[in-house]
């Protein structure tokens, strides 16, 4: 499952990414190993801007072609938009939304004009710490119209009630359909490609993903492999505690 240790996912995100990690939800380390948490891997823009992202774990396969898929939608995109900022964003949420249908047999119209930000550091739509400090906001989600009635979409559904982070979600009438966490994914990014990482990220982890933000380090158990029931090695001399 740890694509980017596979060899062509590495070269592809070499040659076109830059990159770089944070860690924002809790987790332990024992023995070495990661336990809890969950990961997402945002494709941005230089200015930090997410044009497509990837959440939770998935194969190599998975993140080589949604890597892929970014970077020939994005270069469509410049070429189309001429330089066009708010022709470039609606291009790219344009591209999600019709990428949902394809693959989840789901509707949605793409959010191609943005309000002004109404965030108030104090409002019910903003993750907290502890402290009260806002982390980030609760990014709308565009309305379902509902599913498309091709043979093909219905096949899409089928395969989108199996998916990963498979969901039951409603349409505007009512009617159910499935997504899966790749499916939510190009959903909130129809109504939010190009909007800065840390405005997406609190939306990611707990509304897909499903965990907590957290301003807690990280927790690890026996950090230090030669301390022994009691005992330091220390120039590799046994020194008792």
Not at 66 to 77: F, G, I, L, Q
Not at 104 to 117: I, K, L, N, Q, R
Request: hydrophobic share 40%; net charge positive; glycine share 10%.
């Amino acid at each position: 499952m740890n694509a980017l240790a596979n060899p062509e996912v590495g070269k592809f995100v070499n040659e076109h990414f830059c990159s770089s990690f944070q860690k924002v939800a809790t987790f332990r380390i024992v023995g070495g190993a990661k336990q809890g948490g969950n990961v997402a891997t945002y494709f941005c823009a230089p200015d930090g801007r997410v044009l497509h992202l990837v959440a939770g774990p998935v194969d190599a396969g998975t993140m080589l072609r949604e890597a892929r898929w970014v970077v020939d939608t994005t270069k469509k995109a410049i070429a189309d938009a001429k330089g066009d900022g708010a022709k470039f964003k609606t291009i790219m949420r344009q591209a999600h939304a019709e990428k949902l249908k394809q693959e989840s047999g789901v509707v949605v119209e793409a959010v191609t004009f943005d309000p002004p930000d109404p965030q108030d550091p104090a409002s019910a739509l903003t993750y907290q710490d502890p402290s009260g400090r806002p982390l980030a906001p609760k990014l709308p989600p565009p309305p379902i119209d509902g599913p498309d009635v091709s043979l093909k979409a219905r096949e899409a559904q089928a395969n989108a009630a199996n998916a990963p982070g498979a969901r039951q979600l409603f349409d505007r009438r009512g009617g159910k359909v499935w997504l899966g966490n790749n499916g939510v994914v190009h959903q909130i990014m129809a109504a939010h490609s190009m909007t800065k990482i840390e405005k997406v990220y609190g939306t990611v982890f707990e509304n897909i993903l499903g965990e907590k933000i957290s301003t807690q380090p990280v927790q690890v158990v026996k950090p230090f492999s030669w301390v022994q029931e009691g005992k330091n090695l220390r120039n590799g001399v046994q020194i008792e505690r």
